[in-house]
């Protein structure tokens, strides 16, 4: 059980390298999205069981499923084969169990307590955390009952109900119960299977870049992507911790489990980030907050006048260096980033100065052609005393290895 066979894509740096989820798929139109949420499982290096309602056959077949994991998909048939002994194992060794998509049929039988096939059955045996997915029509998520019966689970304490969302369904009609994204389970099983060694600690992050308006259709930014802020955000929030995410301007899902706050400008985020601030016991500074501004900005669109022209700009608050003079102890925990140009000592003595001047803890130094836009990154970690260059790795991993070091600081 459990096995992936070769052609089924692994990577073995996934968030979920070494776990087995069960994927129980039970009787929706939404069942073709079973087969995404199970290749993306693999990606992150999970082995994933398929588990499949009778009904749930109507829709996907279970070759479609073993297929994309590498495992025989189990239902009725292998239930029987072995009575007694298959829901129980599959039960104690899976990390999670996920029903994806999960009918209002099976919702009502799950709060019931029933164990009449084997996704009921393993439900009821599950040792690790339990997520369901709803999908159903709009009428069927509204009737009384199915609330009833999904207050019933919440009140467990045993089931997390990830979705539904409100948008179209397979009728054509619209509102509450259309599944979730595969992408958006994906980090809620994520979330759910990861250690929680940062509960009870605050993190405040920024990520992004910011926008200065010049007028009504232009402005100055950078490239920045915010894929890093997010990620620390999204680990931190896995690991246990309560993180507030301070965004500027990028086309990024909120992170599961993280509070957000969306800005635009320096003024703005500088505005959130005291709000945030009062109470945590760590920042970390990832945006890319905007040195400058232009010193009016114009209601209207800005007409072109002459070959030539002059813009005025005022410097923006230094939003690392205010937090570092604002503090009278050591807390909280202040992270920067220091992204450059030129050679990696060059890079390094920027993030010294940063590291001095604006008295903070750590700062991040990297590279802008290796920083912006893509999936991974190569940095420095550069403190009081030591420099420690991590290899290149996905921000997911850095972001992992920066969390690391601030529960160091935090003793």
Known sequence: MARPHEGTEQRSSGRLTGRTVALCVTGSVAAYKAAVLARLLVKEGASVVPVMTESATKFVGGATLSGLTGNAALGAAEMWSTPGELHVQLGSTADAVVVAPASADVLARLAQGRADDLVTALVLCAKGPVLVAPAMHP?????????????????QGRVTVVGPAVGAVASGDEGPGRMIEPEAILEAIVFAVTPKDLKGVRVVVSAGPTLEDLDPVRFLSNRSSGKMGFAIAARGAARGAEVTLVAGPVQLPTPHGVLRVDVRTAVEMQAALAQARASCDAVVMAAAVADYRPAATSGTKIKKKGEQTTLDLVQNPD?????????TGPRPVLVGFALETGTRQAIVAEARRKLREKKVDVVVANEARTAFGGDDNEITFVTENREERLPRASKVDLADALLDRIKSLLG
């Open 319 to 327: 939003l690392l260096a205010e937090m570092g003079m604002a503090r």
């Open 139 to 155: 009428r069927m998520w509204t009737h009384p009952a199915t609330q009833k019966n999904v207050e019933g689970l919440r009140a």
